[in-house]
């Protein structure tokens, strides 16, 4: 049974860090692509970043680019999304999803975690 699991989220101050991670399990995670979404109340769920299984390609949604790193740790199954210069913008419940094509739509991607609240206060 795959299990994504998020954590690392709350509330952070207007160009603040914080640092989300999600640990992987029941799938050989080094053969997936890992994403990050996010949903803000009464919008839909965008794109946020993606990192391809290997670590090496990465793609960026434009409202992040360049404040959010995302990466991944093949030998703990763990993916990560440092956030910094945080926006109030940012606010969304973040998830992470595994998928097997370094793509932004999120039905292209097969596994979903449950989720982990980001506040930026402002």
């Known amino acids: 049974q795959v299990q994504l699991a998020e954590s690392g989220g709350g509330l952070v101050q207007a160009g603040g860090s914080l640092r989300l991670s999600c640990a992987a399990s029941?799938?050989?995670?080094?053969?997936?692509?890992m994403g990050w979404f996010r949903q803000a109340p009464g919008k839909e769920r965008e794109f946020v970043a993606c990192?391809?299984?290997?670590?090496?390609?990465?793609l960026y949604a434009e409202s992040v680019k360049g404040r959010f790193t995302i990466s991944r740790d093949n030998t703990q199954s763990m993916v990560y999304l440092q956030m910094t210069s945080a926006r109030p913008e940012d606010t969304a419940v973040y998830y992470c999803?595994?998928?097997?094509?370094?793509?932004?739509?999120?039905?292209?991607?097969?596994?979903w975690g449950q989720g982990t609240q980001v506040t930026v206060s402002s």
């Open positions: 029941g799938l050989i995670f080094k053969t997936y692509v």
């Open positions: 999803a595994a998928g097997f094509t370094l793509v932004t739509p999120d039905n292209q991607y097969n596994y």
């Open positions: 990192i391809s299984s290997s670590g090496r390609n990465t």
